[in-house]
């Protein structure tokens, strides 16, 4: 049985940075990329950030790049987000996934809800300006 659990959420003020973690467990964790969306009330999921199997890539959306960093131990069987400079338009609930596939992904592929098929139950973020 696959889980995911995150962690790390809470609530910080614009500029503030926080460290988000997702322990994956149920299959080889090395063998797949991993990703992290989010959602705001009333949006929908959106690609946040994805790292393939061997970390030789990762991939961010616009509105995070030079901010949020995607990284992985796969020893531990975790990934991380780490999301410096928070802006209000950051809240949201912030999920992990795991890839259905083997194999590395392109930002065509890893940016896609449907290329991932474990997810686990979210972390809130919130940003107060």
């Known amino acids: 049985q696959v889980q995911m659990v995150e962690s790390g959420g809470g609530v910080v003020q614009a500029g503030g940075s926080l460290r988000l973690t997702c322990a994956a467990s149920?299959?080889?964790?090395?063998?797949?990329?991993m990703g992290w969306f989010r959602q705001a009330p009333g949006k929908e999921r959106e690609f946040v950030a994805a790292i393939n199997w061997n970390t030789d890539s990762t991939y961010y959306a616009n509105s995070v790049k030079g901010r949020f960093t995607i990284s992985r131990d796969n020893a531990k069987n975790t990934v991380y987000l780490q999301m410096n400079n928070l802006k209000p338009d950051d809240t949201a609930v912030y999920y992990c996934?795991?890839?259905?596939?083997?194999?590395?992904?392109?930002?065509?592929?890893?940016?896609?809800?449907?290329?991932?098929?474990?997810w686990g139950q979210g972390t809130q973020v919130t940003v107060s300006s």
């Open positions: 996934a795991q890839r259905s596939r083997v194999a590395s992904g392109t930002y065509y592929h890893l940016a896609s809800i449907y290329d991932y098929d474990y």
């Open positions: 149920g299959r080889t964790f090395s063998n797949y990329a």
